[in-house]
């Protein structure tokens, strides 16, 4: 829990107006401080969000560092085959991710380019609306997150993602196929794997933002075509990006406010 | 009472070992579903709700449809009704039963089901299926028992469980609604996302529930010692017939609405439902098939010679449930995911396992209408 100065001030006033109880709430603070502070460190966002540079990604098209680097640090399991497939990033053909940007006319390197396609950490996510366990939720900081604990693996989050960015559990993601090749290929052990029968999807990266890096399929991409940064923060990359070029959102319609920004 | 499950005809045995089989079975395959996961069903990462869902909405609306019977005789002192009613309320505690086992079966993580309630969630629609769900089968249970307990005795039915009967009744009108309102508040699914859902389904619990009810009416005069008589049977057609007719009249609406405005997003999923898309057609023989079941049987009622009829009559009840049993218990939640929110066209079909599970929870469905019914029965005969 991050906790600012004019936080602070605000709880300790509170506290030492509260007497007695003020020392167990100020007590309770220095605990939650000393259990739960976050690494120095770390990454500080109010509403983090994406800039994808499809001009950018265009030019190494089929390319699939950000990919391969999502998901070889969170262990997303290969099945082999589309009906179990999970997924964290991916990449779609143009029309199939902006449906609603249908125009028989757009340039032919955009109409053949395929845009990168994650979780769109919603400002309004459906999926944390539906969910019956909150087993998923939204940070303060604008992310979606999910607990794979809680999940009893209803799916109806899945149903209510209107980006088809959450992916199920068919069956044992830490198993192995007839030959006894592991779906997962080489495990890092830095991060957990899941079990069958739970909804995932991408985080942002929070496990890495809480050591101060920026989302793996940022780092990983060649073309720094992903920009990583906070929309609050005007003076962010982020910011500048949008703030410089045409940017477009995947369904915006639907009001679900993606943060997920594509520049083309 | 319940000792009376425990005397039967050979035939009453040979039914329930019947049942025990099936139901043996289904658990067998429950376990193997367990063990592998949820990907041993036809279920995949576009299509993510399947069979399982599907039955569990059909069989509110079976559990709603008590409602029918419940409704004119407790409101309105509807004489006929005096013996199928407590039928009715015993096929609503055996469908809502089959639609927790449904959901159960659902769960990729089943042992967490517990997580709903110590989790409550208001602002899910779940939540509050749980909650109308229980609450109905509680209501059912308890009214049922009371009633059932007083006519053998040959005593009026005490006070208290007036209110009770009474707040059933539009119980029954919410576990439909609510179930609804799972698929209708979705921006992501199109064809879910229409205001009428809530009316589509009850106007096809109300003509599929009597229609079943009828047809274990039938049954029941056939092999055991009860008739439900003439007249119960004439007034429950007549509902299912103006219930049949707002339901068709509600699908006719919704396809007027999608193509005259002809959004594709509309569009599509009724496209694939009856002509198929990209090649993808395998609820297209059922939906015609369902579409002209449903017509003919709606004729076949409205026709006061072929209603009054009883084995026309019969035909027309077992078109009617198969017709919304296709409608709802196979199509409507599939055709919301296909094609999916980024246009992929994956085609569903259960898988044999899958099919095994809900065959076993059907027949559990059964086995306890079947010990309701035996039990209801003979209290009636002692009398």
């Given at each position: 829990?991050?906790?600012?100065?004019?936080?602070?001030?605000?709880?300790?006033?509170?506290?030492?107006?509260?007497?007695?109880?003020?020392?167990?709430?100020?007590?309770?603070?220095?605990?939650?401080?000393?259990?739960?502070?976050?690494?120095?460190?770390?990454?500080?966002?109010?509403?983090?969000?994406?800039?994808?540079?499809?001009?950018?990604?265009?030019?190494?098209?089929?390319?699939?560092?950000?990919?391969?680097?999502?998901?070889?640090?969170?262990?997303?399991?290969?099945?082999?085959?589309?009906?179990?497939?999970?997924?964290?990033?991916?990449?779609?053909?143009?029309?199939?991710?902006?449906?609603?940007?249908?125009?028989?006319?757009?340039?032919?390197?955009?109409?053949?380019?395929?845009?990168?396609?994650?979780?769109?950490?919603?400002?309004?996510?459906?999926?944390?609306?539906?969910?019956?366990?909150?087993?998923?939720?939204?940070?303060?900081?604008?992310?979606?997150m999910?607990?794979?604990?809680r999940?009893?693996?209803?799916?109806?989050?899945?149903?209510?993602?209107?980006?088809?960015?959450?992916?199920?559990?068919w069956?044992d993601?830490?198993?192995?196929?007839?030959?006894?090749?592991?779906?997962?290929?080489?495990?890092?052990p830095?991060?957990?794997?899941?079990?069958?029968?739970?909804v995932?999807?991408?985080t942002?990266?929070?496990?890495?933002?809480?050591?101060?890096?920026?989302?793996?399929?940022?780092?990983?991409?060649?073309?720094?075509?992903?920009?990583?940064?906070d929309?609050?923060?005007?003076?962010?990359?982020?910011?500048?990006?949008?703030?410089?070029?045409?940017?477009?959102?995947?369904?915006p319609?639907?009001?679900?406010?993606?943060?997920?920004?594509?520049?083309? | 009472?319940?000792e009376?499950?425990?005397?039967g005809?050979?035939?009453?045995?040979?039914?329930?070992?019947?049942?025990?089989?099936?139901?043996?079975?289904?658990?067998?395959?429950?376990?193997?579903?367990?063990?592998?996961?949820?990907?041993?069903?036809?279920?995949?990462?576009?299509?993510?709700?399947?069979?399982?869902?599907?039955?569990?909405t059909?069989?509110?609306g079976?559990?709603a449809?008590?409602?029918?019977v419940?409704?004119?005789?407790?409101?309105?002192?509807?004489?006929?009704?005096?013996?199928?009613?407590?039928?009715?309320?015993?096929l609503?505690?055996?469908?809502v039963?089959?639609?927790?086992?449904?959901?159960?079966?659902?769960l990729?993580?089943?042992?967490?089901?517990?997580?709903?309630?110590?989790?409550?969630?208001?602002?899910?629609?779940?939540?509050?299926?749980?909650i109308?769900?229980?609450?109905?089968?509680?209501?059912?249970?308890?009214?049922?028992?009371?009633?059932?307990?007083?006519?053998?005795?040959?005593?009026?039915?005490?006070?208290?469980?007036?209110?009770?009967?009474?707040?059933?009744?539009?119980?029954?009108?919410?576990?439909?609604?609510?179930?609804?309102?799972?698929?209708?508040?979705?921006?992501?699914?199109?064809?879910?996302l229409?205001?009428?859902?809530?009316?589509?389904?009850?106007?096809?619990?109300?003509?599929?529930?009597?229609?079943l009810?009828?047809?274990?009416?039938?049954?029941?005069?056939?092999?055991?010692?009860?008739?439900?008589?003439?007249?119960?049977?004439?007034?429950l057609?007549?509902?299912?017939?103006?219930?049949?007719?707002?339901?068709?009249?509600?699908?006719?609406?919704?396809?007027?609405?999608?193509f005259?405005?002809?959004?594709?997003?509309?569009?599509?999923?009724?496209?694939?439902?009856?002509?198929?898309?990209?090649?993808?057609?395998?609820?297209?023989?059922?939906?015609?098939?369902?579409?002209?079941?449903?017509?003919?049987?709606?004729?076949?009622?409205?026709?006061?010679?072929?209603?009054?009829?009883?084995?026309?009559?019969?035909?027309?009840?077992?078109?009617?449930?198969?017709?919304?049993?296709?409608d709802?218990?196979?199509?409507?939640?599939?055709?919301?995911?296909?094609p999916?929110?980024?246009?992929?066209?994956?085609?569903?079909?259960?898988?044999?396992?899958?099919?095994?599970?809900?065959?076993?929870?059907?027949?559990?469905?059964?086995?306890?209408l079947?010990?309701?019914?035996?039990?209801?029965?003979?209290?009636?005969?002692?009398?």
């Open positions: 829990m991050a906790v600012d100065r004019r936080n602070f001030i605000k709880i300790t006033g509170l506290a030492a107006l509260g007497g007695a109880a003020g020392k167990e709430a100020m007590d309770a603070l220095a605990q939650s401080e000393a259990k739960f502070s976050p690494m120095d460190n770390a990454l500080h966002g109010k509403r983090w969000a994406m800039a994808v540079d499809l001009k950018k990604c265009k030019k190494d098209n089929g390319c699939k560092d950000c990919i391969h680097a999502c998901h070889s640090v969170h262990n997303v399991p290969d099945f082999g085959n589309p009906k179990d497939e999970i997924k964290w990033i991916w990449r779609e053909p143009y029309e199939k991710a902006f449906p609603d940007q249908e125009n028989e006319f757009v340039p032919d390197d955009l109409l053949h380019a395929s845009a990168p396609l994650l979780c769109n950490h919603c400002d309004n996510p459906p999926c944390v609306r539906v969910c019956p366990t909150q087993a998923t939720w939204k940070r303060q900081d604008g992310i979606v999910m607990d794979w604990h999940c009893i693996g209803c799916r109806y989050c899945i149903a209510a993602c209107p980006y088809g960015s959450r992916s199920f559990n069956r993601p830490r198993g192995a196929d007839a030959e006894g090749k592991p779906y997962i290929k080489e495990q890092n830095a991060f957990p794997t899941r079990m069958k029968g739970v995932e999807k991408c942002f990266c929070d496990e890495r933002l809480a050591k101060g890096l920026k989302p793996a399929c940022v780092e990983g991409c060649k073309q720094a075509a992903l920009v990583f940064g929309l609050d923060d005007p003076e962010s990359e982020v910011r500048k990006l949008l703030r410089e070029n045409f940017s477009i959102r995947r369904k319609g639907l009001g679900t406010q993606p943060e997920v920004y594509y520049i083309v | 009472m319940l009376n499950a425990l005397k005809s050979r035939r009453y045995w040979g039914w329930i070992a019947f049942l025990a089989a099936v139901i043996g079975i289904g658990f067998l395959c429950y376990l193997r579903q367990l063990h592998y996961g949820l990907g041993i069903t036809g279920m995949s990462r576009d299509v993510t709700w399947g069979f399982y869902i599907a039955q569990f059909f069989l509110v079976v559990a449809s008590a409602v029918m419940v409704l004119p005789y407790y409101l309105h002192n509807f004489k006929a009704f005096g013996k199928i009613t407590i039928l009715g309320e015993f609503a505690i055996s469908s039963t089959m639609c927790i086992l449904f959901v159960l079966a659902d990729g993580q089943p042992m967490r089901m517990v997580n709903m309630i110590l989790y409550p969630t208001p602002n899910s629609i779940l939540f509050w299926d749980l109308v769900l229980n609450g109905y089968l509680f209501l059912n249970v308890i009214i049922s028992r009371v009633m059932l307990d007083s006519e053998r005795k040959g005593l009026e039915p005490p006070k208290w469980i007036k209110p009770i009967i009474y707040l059933s009744i539009p119980w029954a009108v919410s576990i439909h609604t609510v179930t609804a309102f799972i698929y209708c508040g979705l921006g992501a699914r199109p064809f879910w229409t205001a009428i859902l809530a009316p589509r389904f009850l106007a096809s619990a109300f003509s599929g529930g009597p229609a009810l009828i047809l274990l009416c039938l049954i029941l005069r056939r092999v055991t010692r009860f008739d439900a008589g003439k007249e119960p049977i004439q007034k057609a007549l509902i299912i017939t103006y219930a049949m007719a707002a339901n068709l009249f509600f699908v006719l609406m919704e396809i007027f609405t999608a005259y405005s002809d959004m594709p997003e509309h569009t599509i999923h009724f496209r694939y439902l009856f002509f198929g898309i990209d090649g993808a057609r395998n609820l297209v023989p059922w939906m015609w098939t369902s579409e002209i079941l449903g017509i003919v049987s709606l004729v076949l009622l409205i026709v006061p010679s072929t209603r009054r009829n009883e084995s026309i009559l019969t035909a027309a009840c077992a078109g009617t449930f198969i017709s919304l049993w296709i709802k218990g196979l199509a409507m939640v599939v055709a919301g995911f296909v999916s929110p980024v246009g992929n066209v994956t085609e569903y079909w259960p898988t044999a396992p899958e099919l095994m599970i809900s065959l076993g929870v059907w027949a559990i469905g059964f086995l306890i079947t010990v309701l019914y035996k039990i209801a029965l003979t209290v009636r005969e002692e009398i």
